[in-house]
């Protein structure tokens, strides 16, 4: 689809991340307030607060204006993790920020002092001067409640997905954004935005927030459930250890995982093995026949 402008170009790239909510249509029907950086109005017709204002400003100036410049010769970008969970001397887990991704915004208080002195006893410019110490100091105290709100979202993903950097992936938990939102006392949109596009380094690996929300599949013996993407990660290896001479039936995984407690459909088992992209298991046991037949070279 071809945007006629800036507006239409911004709004596919947000319907792509599925972040194309009506907070964001309406600022995107009020992008010249943004430029005016009239954000006391931006809340207003946003119907936010300051907070969310911030992410979906942050959200809109990630976004490429230029989006066909994509289509020149690739540059690949390592990914910087937005929060860093280390071990902790106590054992526990320690939480922190990545400072270099956080934005720096110094408001020089010396500075407005002395052109407020210049502007004398003239009314507007004091007026003008006034608004622009207010927005800036809006926009410190906005960043610092964002990235105060960033760690805590981390912190309670890390406290609930402690199993998943004890032990792996099959002890990853079932989890959604309300199971957040309720643990910190924050509306579920807010806790959508903060974890869209953010990475959090850990031992096992670099990983979005959003990795950590799974759907919930039940048990079959009644008992605790299980998260999609453990359930997703044992079909993987059950796949990857089978022999040449025993290739798995989507019915035989279901049976061997409801065998393990796992309450699954069959085409659930074949949607989650499209999804990682394995054959079925008649062209798995084809492709496993053919290497078996080739002839070792001598």
Request: a positive charge.
């Amino acid at each position: 689809m071809l945007a006629r402008d800036l507006k239409e170009c911004l709004a596919l790239q947000l319907r792509d991340r599925n972040r194309y909510d009506p907070c964001m249509a309406a600022l995107l029907d009020h992008l010249p307030m943004l430029a005016q950086r009239d954000f006391a109005g931006l809340r207003r017709v946003c119907g936010v607060d300051d907070e969310d204002l911030v992410e979906m400003i942050a959200e809109i100036r990630s976004l490429n204006p230029k989006p066909g410049e994509a289509f020149e010769p690739p540059v690949d970008q390592p990914v910087v993790p937005d929060v860093v969970v280390r071990r902790g001397q106590d054992g526990g887990w320690a939480i922190e920020l990545n400072t270099d991704t956080l934005p720096r915004v110094l408001v020089n208080n010396a500075y407005f002092a002395e052109v407020s002195k210049r502007a004398g006893k003239d009314k507007k410019a004091k007026e003008y001067l006034s608004d622009c110490m207010q927005s800036a100091n809006w926009l410190v105290r906005s960043l610092h409640q964002r990235a105060t709100t960033i760690l805590k979202v981390a912190t309670e993903i890390v406290r609930q997905q402690d199993g998943f950097l004890e032990r792996g992936v099959q002890h990853l938990r079932p989890l959604v954004l309300r199971d957040i939102a309720d643990a910190i006392g924050m509306h579920e949109s807010t806790v959508s935005r903060v974890t869209s596009n953010k990475f959090v380094a850990t031992p096992r690996g670099i990983f979005e927030l959003k990795y950590f929300f799974t759907a919930s599949i039940a048990s079959s013996g009644g008992g605790e459930a299980h998260s999609a993407e453990a359930v997703r990660d044992r079909i993987k290896r059950l796949i990857e250890a089978e022999p040449a001479a025993a290739v798995l039936s989507d019915d035989r995984i279901v049976e061997l995982l409801r065998a393990d407690g796992v309450d699954i459909a069959r085409r659930t088992v074949a949607k989650y093995r499209e999804a990682l992209r394995i054959p079925s298991s008649v062209q798995r046991r084809r492709d496993k026949a053919t290497m078996v037949a080739v002839p070792a070279r001598g």
